[in-house]
Each structure stands twice: as structure tokens, then as C-alpha cells.
């Protein structure tokens, strides 16, 4: 089974590269957030974003929460995906996919009980797919991922199999684990950050380590 993987919190030109080289299917590059690791100046996202070749995927991730600012977030980036990490509190998603037809719109779900599969089945309706992955924008300081915690796989497997578009699952994967989670999840894709990574620095044999795991036979 081949199932794709993102590598997320990308601070440059050169990692990106790391990553591709080792077999990213998308990169994650980290906007402003309230928390969290890896975020970048949006200059710096437009110019990794440039360098990328096709067929790889460039996720912006935004905090932003009205459609509005999302698409002025995505046109000082032009990543070719927008991971939003915080639910909608104004407009919607088609103004977004009107606005930017041809960027592809990935949302967060912070897989808490079963109040997320509920949120996760309503909105599969509406994005290009669904993110899965650990945090809680509840609390004061909104935690919106990067967390380096595994979540519940069995709320996130409910999701899956209900789902109306694809399911990247996130949160706590590592060379360790990422297969037992994509048996037990069967998900699109994984994502990683921190699991990959030494002092904050891309680990190219963790990498290599993840994406061959990650190979179900």
C-alpha cells in the first residue's frame, strides 16, 4: 500500500530538498501561530514554495480563521495547498476555492472525542481533505498541531472510514510508529514535524527511517 507522506515545518530551501530527496510527497510550511513549532516568515514560504518542483505539494499552513485572510495569507505564499489549522469563523470554503481555483484546501481536525468525527464527516463534504492530528484550539494558548503527541487512531479510523475525501493522519508519528498507525488507520497520507527531526534539525536517517517504514507490504 502506498500511502504518501508530508513532511511538515520546512524552514528552507535546502530541507525541502532533504525531504524531497528522501521521499516527501509534500512539504509543510509553517505561517504565524499562537504555538507550536517551525513557523517561517511568509517571504521565506513564497520563496521555498517557488524553488519546489511538480509533482510535490506545498501546504501553507494558516491560522487564519475568515476566508478573507486565508486568501490574502495564500497570495503572499502561492503555495499550491492551504492547510487551515483553526475552524472557519467567517465565510466559507467555496469563497476561498472561487477566489484560488486552482489550490487545493486541506483542513485541520484536532481529534479530540467524538465531537471531532462528528466536525470531521460534516466537513469532509467541503475540503480537498482532511488533516488528522493532535492539539486542542479549546485552551487559551490555542495548541493547532505540531504537539509531537499520538491522539486516539480509533476516533481518527472512524473518520476515515466516513470520510468524503482523502485523510492525512498527524500527531506523534515517528519512525517507531508510522506503521502501526497506517495499519490501523489506513489513512491517504502521514504527516510528521517533529518525529523526524534532532534539536529542531531535519534528520535525514529518522527521515529515511520514517518513509521506508511507512512502505505497507
Known amino acids: 500500500m502506498k500511502v504518501r507522506i508530508k513532511i511538515c515545518c520546512i524552514s528552507s530551501i535546502a530541507e525541502a530538498f532533504t525531504a524531497i530527496e528522501l521521499g516527501a510527497d509534500a512539504i509543510g510550511l509553517v505561517g504565524k501561530m499562537p504555538s507550536g513549532p517551525g513557523p517561517i516568515p511568509d517571504e521565506i514560504i513564497r520563496q521555498i514554495a517557488q524553488k519546489v518542483p511538480p509533482p510535490i505539494a506545498t ?4 491560522s487564519e480563521t475568515t476566508a478573507t485572510e486565508i486568501i ?18 467567517d465565510g466559507t470554503y467555496s469563497q476561498i476555492k472561487e477566489a484560488l481555483p486552482s489550490v487545493k484546501i486541506v483542513q485541520v481536525i484536532h481529534v479530540i472525542d467524538y465531537k471531532s468525527v462528528d466536525l470531521a464527516i460534516r466537513l469532509s463534504e467541503n475540503v480537498d481533505a482532511l488533516l488528522l492530528d493532535s492539539g486542542n484550539p479549546n485552551l487559551r494558548i490555542k495548541e ?7 491522539h486516539n ?28 498507525a497506517i495499519e490501523e488507520v489506513k489513512p491517504y497520507a502521514v504527516d510528521v514535524c517533529s518525529g523526524v527531526r534532532t534539536d529542531g534539525v531535519l534528520d535525514k536517517n529518522k527521515l529515511s527511517a520514517f518513509v521506508t517504514n511507512s512502505i505497507i507490504t
Open 59 to 62: 501546504f501553507l499552513l494558516t
Open 153 to 180: 487512531w480509533k476516533l481518527s479510523r472512524q473518520i476515515r472510514d466516513n470520510s468524503k475525501c482523502p485523510i492525512f493522519l498527524a500527531g506523534g508519528l515517528n519512525p517507531d510508529n508510522v506503521k502501526q
Open 72 to 89: 490574502k495569507h495564500h497570495n503572499r505564499t502561492n503555495t499550491n495547498t492551504i492547510q487551515i489549522v483553526d475552524l472557519l469563523s
Open 144 to 150: 493547532l498541531g505540531g504537539t509531537g503527541r499520538v
